[in-house]
């Protein structure tokens, strides 16, 4: 069973920065060890899961209008390891993220951007911006 395990969150005050992780482990239902693509979400209080990021096997990342130019995503194959690197962290940002992971046989280039199409999720990590 796969495990995903977040961490990094906190608190921050606008203008600053923190860096999300993402660590996966165990095998998934069909017994791959390695995640092919990643995704970030976050949900605020009373809002629904709203998609951040996604990176594919390739590399290639995807991101909310909301978040582009100031969140960066990235893996670590090696680590089986996804990270989002925060910037520029507004008061809206705040939410509890969460990673999610695919373990896809097909290079996916269009990215997977709602909840359902993820099989495993991380437990959430706090994010809060104060203004």
């Known amino acids: 069973q796969v495990q995903l395990v977040e961490s990094g969150g906190g608190l921050v005050q606008a203008g600053g920065s923190l860096r999300l992780s993402c660590a996966a482990s165990g095998r998934s239902f069909s017994g791959a060890v390695n995640v092919s693509d990643w995704a970030w979400f976050r949900q605020a209080p009373g809002q629904e899961r709203e998609f951040v990021a996604f990176?594919?096997?390739?590399?290639?990342?995807y991101y909310a209008d909301s978040v582009k130019g100031r969140f960066t995503i990235s893996r670590d194959n090696a680590q089986n390891t996804v990270l989002l690197q925060m910037l520029s962290l507004k008061p809206e940002d705040t939410a509890v993220y969460y990673c999610?992971?695919?373990?896809?046989?097909?290079?996916?280039?269009?990215?997977?951007?709602?909840?359902?199409?993820?099989?495993?999720w991380g437990q959430g990590t706090q994010v809060t911006v104060s203004s």
């Open positions: 999610a992971a695919v373990f896809a046989q097909h290079l996916i280039v269009v990215p997977y951007r709602q909840v359902h199409e993820y099989d495993y």
């Open positions: 990176i594919n096997r390739r590399g290639s990342g």
